[in-house]
C-alpha cells in the first residue's frame, strides 16, 4: 500500500510560480516512477511530468516543457513538481501518481492550481 497527498496548490496570477508536493507513505521501495497528471473540467486527464526513481530520468508534456521541473527529495520520499511561468491554461486539478508495475496505481486526492490572467 502506497499513500500521496499533494499540497501547494492553490490561486496565482499569470506569470507566477507554485510549487507542488507529494510525500509519499507505505510500501515505496518498489516504486518505478512518480507523474504528476493534470485534470480540467470536462476534459481527459493529461500527462504532465514523470521521474524515474531508477535513473532520475525526467520526462515532461510538451506544453509544460522550459517552465515545470519535477525533482525528488529521496530523505523525504517526496516529488516536487516547479511551475513557472503558469498561464491561465494551466488551470487544473494536479494529481500526483506511483507506478510501482505496469500502470501507475495509486492516486492522490488532487490540489488544485488556478491561474488568473
Known amino acids: 500500500q502506497v499513500q500521496l497527498v499533494e499540497s501547494g496548490g492553490g490561486l496565482v496570477q499569470a506569470g507566477g510560480s507554485l510549487i507542488l508536493s507529494c510525500p509519499a507513505s507505505?510500501?515505496?521501495?518498489?516504486?518505478?516512477?512518480t507523474g504528476w497528471f493534470r485534470q480540467i473540467p470536462g476534459k481527459e486527464r493529461e500527462f504532465v511530468a514523470s521521474?524515474?526513481?531508477?535513473?532520475?530520468?525526467?520526462y515532461y508534456a510538451d506544453s509544460v516543457k522550459g517552465r515545470f521541473t519535477i525533482s525528488r527529495d529521496n530523505a523525504k520520499n517526496t516529488v516536487y513538481l516547479r511551475m513557472n511561468s503558469l498561464k491561465p491554461e494551466d488551470t487544473a486539478v494536479y494529481y500526483c501518481?506511483?507506478?510501482?508495475?505496469?500502470?501507475?496505481?495509486?492516486w492522490g486526492q488532487g490540489t488544485q492550481v488556478t491561474v488568473s490572467s
Open positions: 501518481a506511483a507506478q510501482m508495475s505496469v500502470t501507475y496505481e495509486y
Open positions: 507505505g510500501r515505496t521501495s518498489s516504486t518505478r516512477r
Open positions: 521521474i524515474r526513481w531508477s535513473s532520475d530520468a525526467t
